[in-house]
Every structure is written in structure tokens, then in C-alpha cells.
């Protein structure tokens, strides 16, 4: 593949953040503009990516775990204005928190590694599933779909054809079979089919497929911009759409 199409770890936590800044302006300001939404659904898979990726890299996977849950308590509130127009609302937390679930499940699953095979099976699945059920039970962004589809890319990290393949089955599972969302109707041929919105999170696999495991810049003041966006971005929406 020619270097030119290749994108780095700066790259697509660029791409993420302004698909995510998209959505969240069309969930604050310009709601009846249904393509923004639509948009938007791409960025939570490459999120989703980078954390399983980010997991992988890191030199301390406990500091890894501890910045975001840092950063997932500084983002309830700014989240919670965005989304409800209050400071604290208990029946959605923000996304950080489904991450924090992840790389839980993820640390659970390493340790597992050490143990015999029928054990390791066992406690793998129940790593899954307990990431599943919280995010359900505690209202994380994105719900369990969102701690499964960081496990997915943790599971079918590499870039073979199958590593391709089952990243593709498994987002199509997860978020255009499963997840769902509102639907937009297509006609195509005559026929009417209804498309779910978080099935557009599939073709967010275009841009990960163009990474090739470089980091590109990057410094702890990147680090944290990466970080700091989720929150001051929501916070800036929820001011203006407050007092709009």
C-alpha cells in the first residue's frame, strides 16, 4: 500500500475527534441536520480501535487505567450538560467510562493468559461478559456494545485478511444487527430498505484499515489534548446550548 494512504495514531485520533465534533454539534445545535449524526457514528469504532491499540503500547497499563478514569470523572459533568442540560444525571455516563470497563476486561483477560487453557477459555468469556453487563447496568456511553467493540479490536489486533474479516463481521454484528439505533429509509431498486444509524460505524474500518502502527507526533502535551478535547468540547457545546 503507498505510503501516501497510510494514517498514523495523530491521524486518526484527528479523523475521531472531528466526527465526534460533528455529532455532538448536531446533537446541540443543528439537530435537524440528520448527516451529521450519520457522520458521526464513525468516530466511536476508531476510538474504540485506539484504546485496544493504546492498551497494547502502553508501558503501565494500571497509570493507563487510572488516566481514564481521571478523565472519565472530570467528563460527567460537561457530558451530562451536553447531553441533558443538567450537571449530574445518573442514567447516562459518558464515554470514558466505557473504556475504563474495557481496559478492566482487557487486564483481566492478560492475566488470564497465565492460566491452563480450559481455565483461560473460562475466564475470557466471563471477562467479555461481565463488560457487557456493566455497561448495561451502569449506562455507559454506548452501553456494553461499546466495552465489546473495544474488546473485539483487542482480540483481532493484527492486519491479515482475517483480522480484516472479523473486525467487519463483528461491527456489522454489533452495531448495525445489534445496537441499531434510528433508521433512515433508502430506496434502491424500487425496494425501500431501512438502514440503522449506528450501522454507519462500519465503514469507519475505511480509515483504521490505513493504519499501520505508527504513532506520528506525540508528546505528553498531544497527550493530553487527546484527553482534554472529550471534555472541554462538551462542555463548550453545553454552555452554548444552555444559554442559546
Not at 495514531?9 to 446541540?28: C, R, Y
Not at 475504563?100 to 471477562?127: D, G, N, P
Not at 493484527?158 to 433512515?184: P, T
Request: with cysteine; proline share 2%; glycine share 8%.
Amino acid at each position: 500500500m503507498s505510503k501516501k494512504l497510510e494514517l498514523t495514531s495523530f491521524g486518526l485520533h484527528i479523523i475521531a475527534m472531528t466526527l465526534m465534533l460533528i455529532d455532538h454539534l448536531w446533537a446541540t445545535m443543528f439537530s435537524s441536520q440528520w448527516w451529521m449524526t450519520g457522520v458521526g457514528r464513525l468516530a466511536f469504532p476508531i476510538f474504540a480501535f485506539m484504546i485496544a491499540e493504546g492498551f497494547h503500547y502502553t508501558h503501565d497499563r494500571k497509570k493507563y487505567l487510572l488516566r481514564m478514569l481521571l478523565f472519565a470523572l472530570i467528563s460527567e459533568a460537561p457530558f451530562d450538560l451536553m447531553c441533558d442540560g443538567v450537571f449530574f444525571y445518573p442514567f447516562h455516563q459518558n464515554v470514558m467510562w466505557t473504556f475504563f470497563i474495557a481496559i478492566l476486561c482487557m487486564m483481566w483477560i492478560e492475566k488470564a493468559k497465565s492460566k491452563k487453557m480450559w481455565l483461560r477459555v473460562i475466564l475470557t468469556v466471563a471477562a467479555v461478559a461481565a463488560g457487557y453487563l456493566l455497561g448495561l447496568i451502569l449506562f455507559v456511553d454506548y452501553f456494553g456494545y461499546g466495552v465489546v467493540t473495544v474488546l473485539l479490536f483487542y482480540f483481532l489486533r493484527g492486519n491479515k485478511w482475517y483480522h480484516y474479516l472479523g473486525q467487519f463481521v463483528g461491527l456489522f454484528l454489533i452495531h448495525w444487527v445489534l445496537f441499531g439505533g434510528m433508521e433512515y429509509g433508502v430506496t434502491l431498486f424500487g425496494q425501500q430498505f431501512m438502514i440503522p444509524n449506528q450501522g454507519f460505524a462500519v465503514f469507519a474500518l475505511i480509515f483504521i484499515w490505513l493504519y499501520r502502527g505508527k504513532q506520528g507526533p506525540y508528546n505528553k502535551v498531544i497527550r493530553y489534548i487527546y484527553y482534554g478535547f472529550y471534555p472541554v468540547h462538551m462542555l463548550l457545546l453545553g454552555l452554548l446550548y444552555f444559554i442559546r
